[in-house]
């Protein structure tokens, strides 16, 4: 039996198609199989250096990045999805913890923080994962383009008193950025919610990994 | 086109059917990625690249492929290469990946690439389409570098700041302070400044050939009026 001409024809032109969809899934497939290692090592070494950043390596012993919990805490960690916790160790004993943070109320979009606090409940750094907040004015949150974030270093919860926990220009505590108060605002709230998760749930926090 | 001359392919993809000046294909990215120099580089290579890489593919291709499904089997090829040098970038340039961004998958959608599959890459040999994507590829990175280079320099005073995140540690020693201890002006950092730039970009380029298409006339007499066309926005 001979198929008509024009069902031939779509036929064959099917058969390219997905011959070409097949290439270059294979094309894909194999970058992604020599790359992915390379850009497993990069996305931890770029997170390890943030967290050597906030705490020098000197005070644990364990790699943080492998000891690590998920989560979720919509009002006081700004997300509704798992956030990463990085624990710190010396002798097996919780020295202090990294939380991933968002504040949801940046002035262009969320604004991912890592926020380190000492058992004891103070502020051992704040580092900005990622943001996209105005060049030159907001995006001064950023270690590396201003001091500003440095200001939390040795804060606690009692320290401002929590109603002092604002910037200024609100009768705060922190100091705003000359030109952008929206942002640092944003953050001033979620490392103090961050502060209060930590304060409620810091024994769970510090369990050794429940399931892996 | 099948047995254009290569000095007219390279004067075509870096001056007289530019892609970021004449065609004004691709705008996009350029606009949005021209802050600095090396955001600009980056993204410069990552096109001229995938450029290259489609252009060669679809003319080796080209008299497989049927004219129904031309069309999808390109934006096929385009988009796997790009896919392909998107995960390369996160390996082996990782911080200036996460600068880049979305803006690296979106090479997909810069409509220069499947312009030149469609208009030159599937009309001619692979070597004359090679030629055509690495000439298109450069004249697009100069006008994003030379953005780049304007809009870090009014906007921050610095030139290739964090060259690093390109060629490694020595590449701290690249950025070179133009003006230091300056203040910056933030017009030129922001979206804003790349509109202006590119008008700027545009007039001058408008200028010199306005110049130069003088000069000629005034080279030639009366004699010879055939003036030679310039083949612009054949794309456009």
Known sequence: MRLPRSVTEMLLAGAVLSGFAL???????????????????????????????????????????????????????????????????RNGKPVAAVLTVVAPDGYNGAIRLLVGIARGGELLGVRVLSEHETPGLGDRIEAGKSD???????????????????????????????????TPRAIVKAVRGSLIYFRRHRTELFRKQDTD | MQDKPY???????????????VQLLGLCPLLAVSATVVNALGLGFATLLTLTASNVSVSLIRKLVREEIRIPVFVLIIASFVTAVEMAMNAYFHQLYL??????????????????????????????????????????????????????????????????????????????????????????????????????????????????????????????????????????
């Open chain 2, 99 to 236: 600068i880049l961004g979305i803006f690296i998958p979106l090479i997909v959608t810069n409509c220069s690439i499947l312009a030149r599959a469609e208009t030159f890459a599937s009309r001619t040999d692979p070597a004359r389409a090679a030629a055509d994507g690495l000439a298109m590829g450069v004249g697009f990175t100069g006008v994003l570098v030379t953005l780049g280079a304007m809009r870090e320099l009014l906007g921050q005073g610095t030139l290739l700041a964090n060259a690093q995140m390109l060629a490694g540690q020595w590449g701290q020693h690249l950025t070179v302070h133009v003006i230091p201890d300056y203040d910056g002006f933030l017009l030129a950092m922001l979206p804003p400044g790349a509109f202006i730039g590119l008008g700027l970009l545009l007039a001058l380029k408008n200028v010199i050939d306005d110049r130069s298409a003088q000069r000629r006339r005034a080279g030639s007499t009366a004699v010879d009026r055939t003036e030679t066309p310039v083949e612009g926005g054949a794309a456009a």
């Open chain 1, 23 to 89: 290439a270059g899934s294979a094309l894909v497939a194999y970058v992604h199989q020599q790359t992915r290692a390379r850009i497993a090592a990069n996305e931890s070494a770029a997170t390890r250096r943030l967290l050597d950043d906030i705490l020098p390596p000197g005070r644990h012993d364990n790699d943080m990045v492998r000891d690590t919990l998920q989560v979720t805490a919509p009002e006081m960690l700004g997300s509704e999805a798992p956030l990463t916790v990085y624990r710190a160790r």
């Open chain 2, 7 to 21: 000095f007219a392919i390279a004067r075509d993809g870096l001056w007289n059917n530019n892609p970021g000046l």
């Open chain 1, 148 to 182: 500003w974030i440095r200001q939390f270093r040795g804060r606690s919860l009692g320290d401002p008193p929590q109603a002092q926990w604002r910037v200024r220009k609100d009768g705060g505590a922190f100091d705003q950025l000359t030109g952008a108060t929206i």
